[in-house]
Each structure stands twice: as C-alpha cells, then as structure tokens.
C-alpha cells in the first residue's frame, strides 16, 4: 500500500468534510452522512494471536493496515501474504512514532508483559486498542490502562472473543434470567485442564545461548528485566511459564473463563482473595491451583457475598456438590454457577450453557443469534465513535482481579484483602509490591 496516496486522501477529504459541517471526533475518522469508513490500523506481534486479530480485523472491509511490527524478521510471512505491501518494523515505538497521525487505531498482540507499554504509548498518542488478553501483566497496569482510554475517550476492546460469542451471551442472558425464578447466584466454580508451567517444564533458568540473527532479542524483552535468549523456553509462545512475562493458567484462561460470570452478575472488585498451590519458584508460575476469589454481591447473588473458586491444572469442583446426571462429567474447562433453589447452571469454555436440577439436564430454550463478531465490533465501533461491550472500562477491572489472583498464588494461603479506591493489599507490604513491577529503561508504562 502506498502510506503517502492513503494519508494524503484521507487528509484531503477530511479538510473538505470538515469545512462543511461534520465533526471529527477521532483521529482521521469522519462522521455523518459522508462519512469516511476507512480505518488505518497498525499491529504489533504479527504472529500466533497477531495473525488471528490482524486477519480478523483485517477482514473488515474499512480496514486498511498501515504498519506491521515483530521482533522476528522471519514472522512477517503470513502478513505479508495477506496484506502486501505493508511497511514492517522490529520496534513498535519507532513504528508509532513515524506513522504518527497515519494510525487511527492499533492492535497489540505480543506476550502479556508487553501489552501496556505498547497500547499505553499509543493511547497517549490518541490510538484506538485491540489489546490481547489478559489486558495487562500487572494490577497497576490494568488499572492504568482503563483510566487512560477513559480520559481520552479511546474506543478499545480486550482480545477474549468469545465474549461475543453466541455460547457466552447466552449463558449470561440465562443467567441473568434466573435470577425471578430462584436462581440466584450462591458460588462459582470456574476451571481449567492446564497448569501454570506445563509448556517447558523447567522451574529455573536454562543454559544461555545466543539468539538467531532474525530475532531482535532486546525487544523481545523490552520491558522486562534482562536475562540471556534461550532457545524453546521464552520465544515464541513458551513465554506463558514465566513469571516475567506470562501470566500462568489463570492469566492465560481467567480473562476468557470469568468474563461471562463477571458479565452475568455483574461483579466489581473482590474484597479477598486467597490461593492454595505446593509453591514454586520466583521464576515460573505454580502447578495445580485453587484461587478463592470473595466479591460483594449483586442483584443477581444471594447474599452479601460471593465466592468465585478458580482451579486449574486438574483439579475441578468437588463431586460432592456437583449433581451432574449418572456418568456425565464435567467439561475441561468452564464454571459452575450455584444458585439459591438448588440448580446449578454449566457454562462449558466452550459450549452451549445447560441448567441441571436433581441430577438431570432441563429442558431450555438455549438463547441465539446472540454471538457477533469480536473484532469487528471493536472496528464499527471506533469508525462511529461509540464504545465496545469489552472496552478497558470493563476488561481493566476483570483482569485486575485475575493479576489479584496471581498475587495470591505467589503468596500460598495468605489472605489478601483489597481495597480497589485505596489500591491496597491491607497489611500486606510483600503482596502490595507484586501490584507493580520495574520496567526496563526505553519501556515504561508512562502515564
Ligand atoms: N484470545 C485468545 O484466544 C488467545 C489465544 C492465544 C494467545 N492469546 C494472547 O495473545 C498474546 C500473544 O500470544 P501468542 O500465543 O500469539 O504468543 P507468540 O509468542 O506465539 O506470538 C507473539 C508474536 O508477537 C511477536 N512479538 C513478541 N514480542 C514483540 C514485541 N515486543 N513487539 C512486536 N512483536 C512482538 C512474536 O515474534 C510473535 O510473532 C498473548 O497475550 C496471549 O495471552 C490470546
């Protein structure tokens, strides 16, 4: 694509349009009856998840790509294949900083501990985000990012798409439907199969060795502290084991699997949360965990309290409260909403939700035509300067409680208490400084 012939259109037809009457409420994006649908997007991590969000984008006819980055000259590939002709960088502020106002909007799909210094640069640059989940690798971070989008009214979405999907809105519309028949919610059991370190099963640091000459290894690591390449453990996809740049099983499945029971009934900040797991190390994320999560109650829970029990690695809900029908299981993965009149409802992570009762499934009317598509919201939604379903309005608060929830882990059977306003683990100095970490120079989350 030729950058110079799109940006001098658009600034063309936007200087014409704005002499008229149509207000620009969005970098480049124009409204009203001539408006302009077209998009300039740029993405950083092109690769694994970027390919799948920068297709997905991309496949929205107003869609037009603008820059490319990876930090492995040899992911280009599949982009280049899709969307020729589209410049390519290694480092995402070189990027933004040279497209400046060429780019309305970016998507950011690179390993977690690189989600908030990359979207929170373009934020401050006015971008609209598609970050990938979970939002951020720190609560502080989370918590940065939503305040952000809010003040410069950014229109951002969080990359878990089956919040859009039609299997998660119907769960919640059930959900949220039973609360006039008894069905208030009392606990949530939510799992997953995989454990915190299961992708290269080391619990300390390999060998050092040198990176291959296509991956510029510094920015792989950009924020995080330095420590040697190795290969098959970090880059690509490895990452996720380690605690510098992962988020363990519950970072990786909680901003999916909690999304439609934070949708549901509607739940705020948790008030304690308190993990149980045999240890590990400071460098990988623990095995089988359990994590109880208290939050206040809602208009769709019964009593003033809800529990919210996150396993992972294997272990499950107790089979002694669990009243499925004889030699029926439970999924690998979902939650289990527990309501007042003794039904239980399962949300398979992913599948159509089932109410059971006694041991047997009930006859319902599963919810349809619920599901669209996730990144096209986020695309509709900049273009015509509205707000997403998922925005960091909603995205930051749920991963705030899922990076609680790796604080706690780190701190095995410690109670933790918090209170969101104050942003305080009350009486607790060592999980109060895992709210937050230290950036490598050049990559500050700067707010
Ligand atoms: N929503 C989902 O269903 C889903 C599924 C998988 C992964 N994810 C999320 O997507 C993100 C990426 O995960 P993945 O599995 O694709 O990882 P990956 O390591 O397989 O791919 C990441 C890509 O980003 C590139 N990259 C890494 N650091 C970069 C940087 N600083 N700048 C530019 N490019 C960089 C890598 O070279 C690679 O091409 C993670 O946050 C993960 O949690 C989401």
């Not at 749920?398 to 209170?419: F, H, S, Y």
Request: a neutral charge; charged letters at 20%.
């Amino acid at each position: 694509m030729n950058h110079r012939r799109a940006f001098d259109r658009r600034t063309f037809v936007a200087q014409t349009i704005t002499a008229g009457t149509v207000a620009c409420v969005a970098p480049g994006i124009l409204h009203g009856s001539n408006r302009v649908k077209e998009l300039h997007v740029a993405a950083v991590g092109c690769n694994g998840m970027g390919w799948s969000d920068l297709s997905s984008v991309g496949s929205h006819t107003s869609v037009k790509f603008v820059g490319f980055c990876d930090i492995d000259e040899n992911r280009f590939d599949q982009v280049d294949k899709g969307f020729p002709g589209v410049k390519h960088y290694s480092d995402y502020r070189e990027m933004l900083s040279e497209l400046g106002d060429r780019v309305d909007a970016v998507i950011v799909s690179t390993p977690d501990h690189m989600h908030a210094p990359v979207a929170m640069m373009a934020m401050g640059m006015g971008k609209h985000i598609y970050c990938q989940k979970p939002l951020t690798h720190t609560v502080w971070e989370a918590r940065q990012m939503r305040l952000l989008a809010t003040k410069k009214n950014l229109t951002t979405q969080m990359g878990n798409q089956i919040h859009s999907a039609n299997e998660y809105r119907g769960g919640v519309r059930m959900i949220q439907e039973g609360k006039e028949r008894g069905r208030k919610v009392v606990e949530v059991h939510s799992w997953v199969g995989v454990q915190g370190r299961q992708y290269c099963k080391r619990t300390d640091r390999p060998a050092e060795a040198s990176p291959p000459a296509n991956v510029h290894w510094d920015l792989w690591l950009g924020a995080a502290p330095w420590r040697p390449f190795a290969p098959d453990v970090y880059h690509p996809f490895k990452w996720r084991d380690w605690q510098d740049f992962g988020s363990g099983a519950l970072g990786d499945f909680a901003c999916h699997i909690l999304d439609p029971v934070f949708t549901a009934l509607q739940l705020t900040a948790p008030t304690s949360i308190v993990a149980q797991n045999e240890g590990t190390t400071r460098e990988v994320w623990p095995g089988p965990e359990k994590i109880t999560f208290t939050f206040p109650g809602t208009q769709y829970t019964s009593g003033k309290e809800l529990k919210v029990v996150w396993y992972d690695g294997g272990l499950k809900p107790s089979a002694d409260f669990v009243k499925l029908p004889e030699g029926k299981e439970l999924p690998g993965a979902g939650s289990l909403f527990v309501c007042e009149n003794g039904d239980m409802m399962v949300l398979p992570h992913v599948g159509a939700a089932q109410w059971h009762r006694n041991r047997e499934v009930l006859k319902q009317d599963i919810p349809m035509g619920l599901g669209t598509n996730h990144w096209h919201d986020w695309v509709n939604a900049v273009l015509e300067g509205k707000k997403t379903t998922d925005g960091f309005e909603y995205a930051g608060p749920l991963t705030e409680a899922v990076q609680l929830g790796n604080i706690a882990t780190r701190l095995p059977g410690a109670t933790l208490k918090w209170d969101a306003v104050a942003f305080q683990l009350e009486g607790h100095a060592d999980a109060q400084g895992m709210l937050t970490k230290s950036y490598t120079k050049g990559f500050e989350v700067n707010v």
